[in-house]
């Protein structure tokens, strides 16, 4: 089964700065989709930038880019020149390309914090 | 509709009740998802649709829990002789195929059990 770990409940950045959340992940298979979501107090996850495992390029949104490190496990977001509105909580997720399963497992999540 | 929609948002009930969440997706997807959120958790898989039949219910906690989907549209998650550890947020996502299409989530329904 896989894995995904958040090694940080917590995360604070000023205004116009640069934060990176981590993210690892444990898995057998060779293709799959990685994921950062976005879940503000509304509750609704917003889905942020995704990266298949196949694609070396890392993926940008923006101001979001992430540095995927396949052999590593490793799938850090990067937010950019940070707003006020960036804070919420994150979530990594990893999603199977095999067979029909494709349900998202999540980490447990970074709670964001944006001071000015 | 233009987004997931799920009711209703919040409900709270006495342990021991049925409840019934309801999700309405994306008009055209296929593929349906329940999650989970406990408090200070992460989201966990419940169960997922593709049209009305459930490939994958591995995520349901025990046999209280159940869902079906209609007309390849509205699906409820119905729980029954609910307990306090049922409380908890229920999102519903929609794709438009699984696999490579990325799921949209609707607003979550908090439920509390007294």
């Known amino acids: 089964a896989q894995t995904v770990t958040q090694s940080q409940p917590e995360m604070s950045v000023q205004e116009a700065e640069t934060v990176t959340l981590s993210c690892t992940y444990d898995?057998?298979?060779?293709?799959?989709?990685l994921f950062w979501y976005k879940q503000p107090p509304s509750r609704q996850m917003i889905l942020v930038i995704r990266q298949e495992a196949y694609k070396q390029q890392n993926a940008t949104e923006n101001r979001f880019s992430v540095n995927f490190q396949k052999a590593a496990k490793s799938f850090s977001l990067k937010i950019s020149d940070s707003q006020l509105g960036d804070a919420a909580m994150y979530f990594c997720a990893y999603s199977s390309l095999t067979g029909t399963a494709s349900k998202l497992t999540f980490g447990t999540g970074t709670r964001l914090q944006v001071t000015l | 509709g233009a987004g997931v929609s799920q009711s209703p948002s919040n409900k709270v009930t006495e342990k021991g009740k049925d409840v019934e969440l309801r999700c309405d997706p994306i008009s055209g997807h296929t593929a349906l998802y329940w999650y989970r959120q406990s408090l200070g958790q992460g989201l966990e898989f419940l169960i997922y649709f593709q049209g009305n039949s459930a490939p994958d219910k591995s995520g349901l906690p025990s046999d209280r829990f159940s869902a079906e989907r209609t007309g390849g549209s509205v699906s409820t998650l119905t729980i029954q002789r609910t307990q306090q550890e049922d409380s908890a947020v229920y999102l519903c996502a929609s794709s438009l195929d699984i696999g490579r299409q990325p799921q949209h989530f609707g607003d979550g329904t908090r439920l509390s059990i007294l």
């Open positions: 898995t057998s298979e060779s293709d799959y989709y």
